[in-house]
């Protein structure tokens, strides 16, 4: 079997210089800002030991997302992608500089960590629309779709590597070799690379040099109220919430889990984050290998209702050898629910709307699971952690029992070839 068999369309999208560099240098940056997470949970367990604080935390990273990711994607369609990227990859060498020169004159506080780490959630809802859009900028349409795909695929990728790096460092550091300033010092330089690399970057076609008015307003209200009437697009996003809410919050409170269940703070939190990102990348990789829309509603669910009671059987165990599997299951079974949703949704949304749809998406998926952590550790504070995480296993299967006899009646709406225009959407 030739090699360009083996690659299909990534070979074509790899042969654009643009987008190779861009790949690379994301890529490295990815692998940074894992490494940043990682050592944030960490850091927060250290300080307080308080599966509150890490809600809290994880909160003030997420939440952002909520508020501002549709905003920033009006923003950047505006005044272009490169702009935005640029200034916030200069707010993520400053929250990096931040916690290393703090670590390093040995003058963190839990408050000056939430007060960065607040910093931070802001530059990644800021970034994170310009980053997914300027991929298009980048390739021909024909390599498009591949692009996307491997794009996906290294995110993911870096999740399995990232925290892998960063769990080891933090063991380094746990046994008195380095301290924790390096960890963070490491991610920083990550973080500088790309700002320099994206200067060497086309800025044609990616977004635009228009002012910001209050259309902007106007564009995402427009948008709430279309996924609102759309209601195959409704049923995607009620799905999206529920794994927001109820799954999504154990990633956000590992740290914690590593250390109150498997008693291996450390090494725990890096197995746990690696080997979901390990069971995301392969699922990325199997779904665009895939590459059709015809079947993705029944998956999505299939696979979320499996997610939850995967999720729940992975509390029940008390070995991380053994939690390796359903581990890996969650990483694999999120990201399709993820991504079968995501794909449904562009391919229902009408032209015009379709961005800010997505951007919804971006919402739910991103940001929900900041209130889903926030009230999850304040209840594991009370019962413990894994009574907290099988009874929202448990309260996601319960949701699936009712979506399993929805889903048949947006099949045809959201696996259509031609998505219904703005006002062909109907109230359901």
Known sequence: MHLSSLLGGIGPALANPAFRLWWISNGLSTIGRWIYRTAVLWLTWELTEDTTWLGIMAFADIFPMVVLSVFSGAISDRIGYIRVIKVMQLCYIG?????????????????????????????????????????????????????????????????????????????????????????????????????????FLPAKGAGGEGKISMELVHDMAEG????????????LMFVLGMTGLFIRPFIELASGYADLVFGLPEEGLGTILSTIGGGAMLSCLWLARRGRTDGLTRLCTDSFALLALVLFIFTQIDRLLIAAIPLFLIGFLMLVTGTAAQSLIQNAASAEMRARAVSFFIVLNWGMPAFGALVAGWIASMIGMQPTIAIGALIALIFWVRAHFLVRRYVGELEAEKPPQNNEATAG
């Open 224 to 235: 709430a109220a279309y996924v609102w009437r759309f209601p195959g697009i409704r049923f």
């Open 95 to 199: 929250v990096g500089a931040g916690f290393t020169l703090l670590l390093y004159f040995d003058a963190m506080t839990i408050y000056l960590c939430l007060g960065l780490t607040i910093c931070h959630g802001i530059t990644e809802a800021m970034s994170t629309p310009p980053r997914l859009a300027l991929v298009n900028a980048l390739v021909a349409r024909d390599d498009l779709s591949s692009a996307v795909a491997l794009n996906s695929a290294t995110f993911n990728g870096c999740r399995l590597i990232g925290p892998a790096i960063g769990g080891g460092l933090l063991v380094l550091v746990k046994e008195g070799v380095i301290g924790a300033d390096l960890v963070f010092g490491i991610a920083t330089l990550a973080f500088v690379q790309l700002y320099v690399a994206v200067f």
